[in-house]
């Protein structure tokens, strides 16, 4: 009989599973020593990741580590424990009026895994990413230390930690400045793109816009290839707002939120179901351009609005793909990139292209890099590995990368950047496979 600690794990891409020890402590000494005790060891926040990051021999679960700590309400800074997930830091910040600086596309994922990801949102060239909003935080290091890691003390440990993958320990709380917002509303601006020619031309156009993002058919080709909608975008100020929106300028709206109750059979997402969503989607705005007010959630959490929507993919799961490719040869490497999932048949379900802005250099860990970066969704069948490896010829041709956070079957070259770390003890399966593969 194996240990009730022993337990199936698997992230929110329902690929890789794995059968793993996983623990969770809220007692730091217990958590001192849970690290003393095993040899392999490695974080784990809400698994709202892809991939096989956080998965490994030893899991440590910080959901236990849930509780705020503080909150200066006057200048914006919080701190809270590693487990407290970004939805609970809005819903206790946005009625001050202060907002994330950085925000990933869910908000569904834990204040240490955004530190360890060090995530970045639709803001990134403007704004960069959420290390350059970390002030400190509490580190349980190799030895089974406990830490304070920030620019001026063990400054070494902090830049490692920062999209380090939790090769370096375990977060237990963080302190991170905030922003002031005056509403819950985005001006938005969406504008619809015939081909990846008009798209670049919008993302040129738009970096004055704190937010851009843009939508891709990937399944369209020729003169048609990368057609899209770019979302561009700003916190609306109270005085912008139409009157109907004044009345409760900081309080969101509930909304009733669909579950996906099942798995569904593999047959119903297919090359068709997907072109005919992504038809439906690009002809659902009739307008060249559409200017109007949304809330955040729209803007930056569409997915959030369905729970477990990952189940759409089926029992067998699926990977989200994520590259950047330097500036300079961004349009030439993201057209052989459309070109090749067209070909494919392995059309995404999603696709999203954001434009990254110059990367810090301290940040030594950290994904972003200036120039375009491309996430796809793939179910997982018997092509998908083929066509991951071509993806990855025509990354590594432009001097591009990979995304750690969303990896499962990248090769090592385009995913071993990780510099600095102590994988001694703090060990995943990713870590793993990409030394092996190396």
Known sequence: MKPNFIQKVTNWGNFPVVE?????????????????????????????????????????????????????????????????????????????????????????????????????GKNHHAEGCFSEYVIEFKLVNENAE?????????????????????????????????????????????????????????????????????????????????????????HALKAELPVNLQKKTLKLKEKPKPTIPFYFPGFVLNSLSIKIFNFLYYNKQTKKQLNNFIDYETFFYPLDVINDWNKIYGKSGFIQYQMVIPKENGKEGMRQILDTI????????????????????????????????????????????????????????????IYLTKDSMSRSSLTNYLQNVDSSKFVSLQHKRIINNG
């Open 146 to 234: 406990v830490i304070t890691c920030s620019r001026e003390e063990n400054a070494d440990k902090f830049w490692a930690t920062i999209g380090g993958m939790g090769l370096t320990g375990i977060i237990l709380s963080a302190k991170f400045k905030l922003k002031n917002i005056e509403s819950v509303y985005i001006k938005q601006e969406s504008i619809k793109a015939e081909n990846l020619d008009e798209v670049f031309r919008l993302f040129d156009e738009s970096e004055d816009w704190t937010y851009n993002v843009a939508w891709i058919d990937c399944f369209q080709k020729g003169k048609n290839l990368g057609r899209s909608i770019l979302m561009r975008g700003e």
């Open 342 to 401: 067209a070909k494919s048949g392995n059309g995404s379900f999603l696709a999203v292209l954001k434009l990254f802005g110059k990367n810090n250099p301290q940040a030594y860990n950290s994904f972003p890099v200036e120039g375009y970066t491309l996430a796809l969704d793939f179910k997982v069948n018997k092509g998908l590995r083929k066509l991951v490896d071509q993806l990855d010829t025509i990354v590594e041709n432009f001097g591009g990368r």
């Open 20 to 120: 793993k020890e996983m623990k969770s402590e809220d007692s730091v000494s217990k958590i001192k020593q849970f690290v003393k005790d095993h040899n392999e060891v490695i974080a784990r926040g809400n698994g709202r990741c892809y991939g096989d990051a956080s998965l490994g021999e030893h899991i440590f679960s910080t959901k236990r580590l849930n509780k705020f700590i503080s909150f200066d309400r006057l200048n914006g800074v919080i701190e809270c424990e590693s487990g407290v997930l970004l939805s609970e830091v809005l819903e206790v910040s946005v009625p001050q009026g202060y907002f994330l600086y950085v925000t990933p596309g869910t908000k569904y994922i834990s204040v240490g895994g955004a530190i360890a990801s060090d995530v970045h």
